[in-house]
């Protein structure tokens, strides 16, 4: 499926940290020195990340002239993005729950808004949201450190982050999104809070999953919820080049061993594994066809 782009070389407003609080309404940013923080008014740092935002809207309006079919737009999800941002005087805005409930909810707003500015400049896509949660874990556990880094952050309760997550899926929804996915990052003790928000699918890194973790998956995938597999980063070789065959294996044979049914397989969706540091437009591009080669290969034995 075709996606927005994310360009981070272009500098710190380019980030998806600061493209997704770029959408918060009536919440400003600024970039701190520590990073990205909560603002007491809209300023020069803000409208950067707006500026890229309409150019990148203007673009994809130029490149899918005519298209009709699905779109991804992915975003930081509500509480990996109160956890990665710093309240205008003090610590994490996750250290302050009320907080919290106060960018879930302008995320939502925003996010909103973000998805009728993608219908007018496509009018025949059809949006399917990915909603990016790579701490959730960390945030669930209790595991993140605080600002002076000599203690962690009090956990969040799973009712609370389902609670949080639940606010910015219905938006996506009432905007116009057909399915509103929750990527929990590469840990599956996200997966209760995640099915108790209402999502319609959620994805993982499924690479580093142990029979246990492939069990969790199993009874997700049972409960109604689609799968998205990250797959692992391609190996490479300096005789071979990049090598891809053993990647759709990291899906398909945990799939079976679980006893999930091998057609089910088709219904699943892959996604390509994070770029390398200083990865560049050939290598994105490389990726990708990559990862079209590893679809078809399931997509085979899904049929087997």
């Given at each position: 499926m075709p996606f927005e782009t994310v360009l981070p070389a272009r500098g710190p407003a380019a980030t998806?940290?600061?493209?997704?609080?770029?959408?918060?309404?009536?919440?400003?940013?600024?970039?701190?020195?520590?990073?990205w923080k909560l603002a007491d008014?809209?300023?020069?740092?803000?409208?950067?990340?707006?500026?890229?935002?309409?150019?990148?809207?203007?673009?994809?309006?130029?490149?899918?002239?005519?298209?009709?079919?699905?779109?991804?737009?992915?975003?930081?999800?509500?509480?990996?993005?109160?956890a990665e941002l710093y309240l205008?005087?003090?610590?994490?805005?996750?250290?302050?729950?009320?907080?919290?409930?106060?960018?879930?909810?302008?995320?939502?707003?925003?996010?909103g808004d973000h998805l009728a500015a993608l219908a007018?400049?496509?009018?025949?896509?059809?949006?399917?949201?990915?909603?990016?949660?790579?701490?959730?874990?960390?945030?669930?556990?209790?595991?993140?450190?605080?600002?002076?880094?000599?203690?962690t952050l009090r956990s969040v309760p799973g009712p609370v982050t389902a609670e949080r997550l639940r606010a910015v899926l219905e938006a996506a929804r009432e905007a116009g999104a057909t399915q509103a996915v929750v990527h929990v990052g590469a840990s599956w003790t996200g997966l209760a809070a995640v099915r108790?928000?209402?999502?319609?699918?959620?994805?993982?890194?499924?690479?580093?999953?142990?029979?246990?973790?492939?069990?969790?998956i199993a009874e997700t995938v049972e409960s109604g919820l689609g799968l998205w597999a990250q797959l692992p980063s391609p190996a490479r070789s300096s005789c071979a080049g990049v090598t891809w065959w053993g990647r759709p294996t990291s899906s398909s044979v945990p799939w079976r061993r679980v006893g999930l049914p091998a057609a089910g397989l088709d219904a699943a969706v892959?996604?390509?594994?994070?770029?390398?540091?200083?990865?560049?437009?050939?290598?994105?591009?490389?990726?990708l066809a990559g990862l079209v080669r590893a679809a078809e290969l399931v997509a085979e034995r899904a049929q087997a």
């Open positions: 998806t940290l600061a493209r997704t609080a770029g959408l918060l309404v009536d919440l400003p940013v600024e970039l701190g020195v520590h990073g008014r809209p300023g020069r740092d803000l409208s950067r990340v707006r500026a890229l935002r309409r150019e990148d809207l203007d673009a994809l309006a130029v490149a899918a002239h005519g298209y009709e079919g699905p779109l991804v737009v992915g975003v930081l999800g509500p509480l990996s993005l109160a205008a005087r003090g610590d994490r805005v996750l250290a302050d729950q009320g907080a919290v409930r106060d960018v879930a909810d302008s995320l939502a707003v925003g996010l007018r400049a496509v009018p025949g896509a059809s949006a399917r949201v990915l909603v990016h949660e790579p701490l959730l874990a960390a945030v669930l556990a209790g595991a993140l450190p605080t600002f002076s880094g000599h203690a108790a928000a209402g999502a319609d699918a959620v994805a993982l890194e499924v690479g580093g999953f142990d029979e246990r973790g492939w069990e969790r892959l996604l390509a594994g994070d770029p390398q540091p200083g990865a560049g437009p050939d290598d994105a591009r490389s990726a």
